[in-house]
């Protein structure tokens, strides 16, 4: 009987086994601005009770007149977004404890029950930002036996506890966001492995259920990812990667030599270098810049457009990137639809044509990486869901509807 009973037990726990996986993800939407930049007083501690309601939020950005009647994840949900990539700034749980830090997680705790109220599922993103400089990144920059890492860890764990309550079917946590360490060159060290690992153990010590997003170092980037020695994985593991190549496209906008930067078309082969200055040229006309500003702007401009063509970026050069990911996933015995793609997004050209990717050209490259992550199984998450610069899926300005174009570039829309 004891050997049928053993028996029984261990066809169970293959079946079990078997049957493990992260939660389901396919379609998500950053929700960046509501828990980030929690309010601080005049010293530059946090207002407390911290985060800012969501009204707070909606009316930070734009008129809440912009806002139609109803709830705004409910609009998420009814655009086919199935769950929201909330980022939280960690800041306020690291500069409290005890009975004051409960009352930061009973904040968050509310705003993620009401997001999966709304049929969503929450990937909960500790997201920092350097509003307050002691509680951003460089807490966790240095070495994995730093007191800073010790101290983020154990907030993690909080944080995780917290997310069990509220359901392992409804929540995953991703505990950092785009860490500066970069262990990809050969400047690096292993501390980022180190932590990445630490910090898994710590939450599987809460809950051996609970979806983990890890990532690599690098800036989330894929060059990050296939650094990362996954020696920690189970079966409720997704691994992300951030896709903004190439960032020259991605992310036009001026920099300290530039005052205008945008135009460069998707993909390359499908305009020249001469077209985009002469483009470039007539905007800065019409924003009144003068013969001085224009020449020297275009001189300052002309590099990066000359490397950009160049580097004939196309879908070629997207579907390489995917590849590496991929191919380090099947290195580790890991199935590509426990990749996740949790960030891209494109610049809109604004309305002085200052910075961003005209939106033909910035549907095309959306088009192409939402079907490449989806080619492999891949669940992805859009970023944002509103925001300043035009990577929204909501019109930029006024009425906050839909992009409906965005959403077919999405395949949310016929």
Known sequence: MRIVAFVAIWALSLITGAEAEPIALQKGVGVHGWLNWSPVEQDRSYKWPPYRTEKEWLGAGRPLADWPDGEVFAGIRSMGFDFVRLTVDPGPLLASDGAKRQQALDVLAAAVEHVVSNGLKVVFNLHSVEQVP?????IISGSADSEGVTRYRTM???VAAMLVKIGTDKVAL????????????????????????DTVRDIRAVSRDLTVVATGGCGG???????????????????????????SFTHQRPDGTTTFASGL??????????????????????AGLSQVERMMNTVAARERIAQYFEENWGASQLEAVFQQAVDWAKANNIESRRLFMGEFGVILMSSDGSMGAFNADRLRYLTAVRQLAERYGMPWSIWEYTNPYGMTVIQPSGPALPDLDLLKALGLAP
């Open 134 to 138: 002691a509680y951003g990144l460089k």
């Open 221 to 247: 980037s894929v060059a990050g990812l296939v650094n990362l020695k996954p020696g920690f994985d189970d079966p409720h593991l997704y691994y992300s990667f951030h896709m903004y190549e190439p960032h």
């Open 174 to 197: 991703e505990p950092f966001n785009e860490p500066t360490h970069y262990p990809c060159d050969s400047s690096g060290s292993d501390d980022w492995q180190r932590i990445m690992s």
């Open 156 to 158: 993690v764990a909080a």
């Open 265 to 286: 078309p998707w993909p390359a082969a499908s305009s020249t270098p001469e077209v985009v200055i002469e483009t470039l040229a007539a905007q800065m006309e019409a």
